[in-house]
Structures are given as structure tokens and as C-alpha cells.
């Protein structure tokens, strides 16, 4: 990646991994940050899109941005033993990634010295590519849980939590490279908000937004702009994909079949029977069912075997591993890539989101014939809005 000598050099490995007891001491304070009852990771995650959720957009005002194919992280910003500013990077894993303190700084409005701690910001790190060639890391906000250790955020509405991130750190830091644009080039990565539209404006998405984005794209997403932030699983989150690229991340378990030797294997001192880890075995994709139990999904993981002579030559560990799977066109499931930024598997309730969101597919043409009902639906609340006010 070619970037500045401070910006970080891979997105998957932001920084310095914090090991036992720190890590447990920073799951622990965001914990009581949050006023949460677990130390897992808090961040959102999305529903698939299925048909039924074009009423959804109907019914409830939306925001619609784009969904980058980058690394999801939330940007804890704190303070360490001697009260200086410091950031993590907090993955899927719940793992923390240290940001050299003096590569990142988020100022306080009207004081560029002061810093914000006890603050977390939710976000996808993503690589983009400038005019040039070059490569510069971004981190694109989408969302905020806390400010200066005020964690009832989570139970504002999403316009509300975005307007105090735009107001409290967006427009301090903005204001900060303004006036002193030399600090650009000493920062781990470059921060951004991600684009906002109301949900009617999807042609505009496709037309005009995506294909100016420097950095490789997904799909959608689509955030109710009423509801409160739900840690895990929120069904006001749509996330939309063409429908070719629906995926699936499971655990892969391979199953090595038993041979029998022959005769000038067994003359080479080879047993009767072995394990032949050569053949392409049988690949099978488990699904989370939740509290460390995982369950046997219906259908097997293809692999041809020029994919197996390739897998092998990678030389690394295959049995067990987080991997990301689609379909291909005769309806097998085909592996995308490995998942490595993954503990688990998704988890059986994703898995069905996905399912039916596959065999209910909507097309970029289903949402871009929706647009217009779902305008009219969102003014038309509007009107109704402004005519209780005035009465």
C-alpha cells in the first residue's frame, strides 16, 4: 500500500494488537462505557434485504448510504495511565488495535489541544485510490455510540447521533487540518462521513455515488433514521446486495476419506488404509447456532480440484476456518475468500436473513421501481408531521 511513512500500511492490521491484561481491562471499560451486561462486541450488524423490506422503506423514513468492501471497526477514543490521547480500533473479533498516539488526534470544538476520550465511533476502514495511484487509508463514519463518556447516544435516534458526531468531532477535526494542513500527512488514516441520502434518492445512488467511489463497493445499506442503536443484530439495518453476490460466511469442516493402499504403496511401507489428504475431500459448511454449538448446513461446499491443488499450495490451516461462500450459477456453493477478520461463523438467524433474501431476490431495477412510492410515503409523513405540529 502506498502511503504516507505514518499511515497505517494494512487495514487488517491497523496497529498493535493488545494482548492479556490490557485487552480485558479495554473490553471491560468499554463495558461500563456502554452500560452493557457483556464484553462483546457491541458494534450493529445488519439484516439481509429481502422483499418484504421495500415496505419497510415504505413505511419508515430511511437513510441510504453505500457499503464499502472494506474492514468494519469502531474507533475507541481514550486515554492511557498518563491521561494522553489514544485510539483503538476495535474488530468483529472484539480485538483492539493501538493507533501510535501521535497519528491520529480528534480535537475538541474550540480548542485544538483538547482531545475527546470516552468516545465511540462506528465505522469500515477502507483503502482508497487516488488520481495518482496512490493508496490512502480512510476511515468512513456511519455511526455514534458515545461522546465524552455519554453513552445515552444509543438511545437517540440515528439523525440525532450522527448530528453530534458532525458537530462535536467531524467539524473540530476539519477545522484542525484547515489550519494546519501540514498535520494531514502524520495521520494514521484520513477520517470521513459516510454519504447520507434519504432512501428515495436510490437512482442517485446508483448513478451518481457509486460510481465515484475510490474505494471498492458491495452493495447498500439502508439505517432507519428513528430507531435507537441496537447492539447485535438490528432488523432496522438492510443491508443490500445484487443479488449474485448474496454470501454466506460458515465453518468450513473437511472430511478426508479413507483409502486403501495399493500394492506398491504397501511395498513402500505404507499401512493398509490411510487418510488421503491429496484427494479433494468432503468439504462441509457448518452454521452458528449460537453459545459455541454449530449445526451442519443442508447443503456441501463445492470444490473443484484445481481449487483443492490451490488450497494446498497456500500451506496453511483449512479445517475449522471462518470462510465467505455464494453461489454460483448451477446453485452450488462456491468459497469467495477467507474471513480471517471473523471468530465465528454467521450466526443461523443471518443465515436464514440471507436465504430468503437469495430465493427473494430484489434487483437494482425492484428498488429503482420503488423509489417513487417510497418518496411519497416519506412526504406524505412529512405533511401528517407538520399538521400535528401546527395543531
Not at 461500563?32 to 450493529?44: E, H, K, S
Not at 441510504?64 to 473479533?93: A, F, P, Q
Amino acid at each position: 500500500m502506498d502511503t504516507d511513512a505514518t499511515a497505517i500500511k494494512d487495514i487488517a492490521q491497523p496497529g498493535i494488537k493488545a494482548e492479556y491484561p490490557l485487552l480485558g481491562a479495554l473490553r471491560e471499560e468499554v463495558q461500563r462505557l456502554l452500560n452493557r451486561g457483556t464484553r462483546g462486541f457491541p458494534g450493529a450488524q445488519p439484516v439481509s434485504f429481502a422483499r418484504h423490506h421495500l415496505d419497510a422503506l415504505r413505511k419508515e423514513d430511511y437513510y441510504v448510504c453505500e457499503k464499502s468492501d472494506g474492514i468494519r471497526y469502531l474507533l475507541y477514543c481514550t486515554i492511557d495511565e498518563h491521561d494522553t490521547e489514544t485510539h483503538y480500533l476495535i474488530d468483529r473479533k472484539n480485538d483492539f488495535w493501538y493507533i501510535n498516539k501521535r497519528n491520529l488526534h480528534f480535537p475538541m470544538p474550540h480548542d485544538v489541544a483538547a482531545f475527546h476520550s470516552g468516545t465511540l465511533i462506528d465505522g469500515e476502514l477502507v483503502v482508497d485510490t487516488m488520481p495518482d495511484g496512490g493508496k490512502e487509508p480512510k476511515f468512513l463514519v456511519f455511526d455514534l455510540l458515545a461522546l465524552d463518556g455519554k453513552a445515552d447516544l444509543v438511545s437517540k435516534p440515528l439523525d440525532k447521533r450522527l448530528g453530534y458526531f458532525k458537530e462535536h468531532v467531524m467539524k473540530p477535526y476539519k477545522a484542525m487540518l484547515k489550519e494546519y494542513p501540514e498535520e494531514k500527512k502524520f495521520q494514521a488514516f484520513q477520517v470521513e462521513m459516510k454519504e447520507m441520502q434519504f432512501s428515495y434518492g436510490i437512482e442517485m445512488m446508483f448513478r451518481e455515488v457509486l460510481p465515484k467511489l475510490k474505494h471498492h463497493n458491495d452493495g447498500l445499506i439502508f439505517t432507519c433514521r428513528t430507531s435507537p442503536y441496537q447492539f447485535g443484530t438490528d432488523p432496522h439495518i438492510i443491508k443490500w446486495k445484487p443479488p449474485s453476490d448474496n454470501t454466506v460466511d460458515f465453518r468450513l469442516h473437511l472430511h478426508f476419506p479413507t483409502v486403501a493402499a495399493t500394492d506398491d504403496e504397501l511395498a513402500e511401507g505404507c499401512p493398509p488404509k490411510f487418510v488421503d489428504y491429496d484427494g479433494v475431500p468432503e468439504a462441509t459448511l457448518m452454521v452458528n447456532a449460537g453459545q459455541g454449538n454449530y449445526k451442519r448446513f443442508d447443503e456441501p461446499l463445492y470444490i473443484a480440484e484445481d481449487e483443492w491443488d490451490k488450497l494446498k499450495a497456500l500451506g496453511d490451516p483449512l479445517q475449522d476456518r471462518v470462510i465467505e461462500c455464494g453461489l454460483d450459477e448451477q446453485r452450488r456453493w462456491r468459497l469467495h475468500r477467507f474471513r480471517d477478520d471473523k471468530l465465528e461463523a454467521n450466526h443461523i438467524t443471518t443465515v436464514t436473513s440471507v436465504m430468503e433474501s437469495i430465493h427473494d431476490a430484489v434487483s437494482e431495477g425492484d428498488l429503482l421501481n420503488a423509489a417513487k412510492g417510497i418518496k411519497d410515503s416519506w412526504k406524505l409523513r412529512q405533511q401528517q408531521q407538520q399538521q400535528q405540529q401546527q395543531h
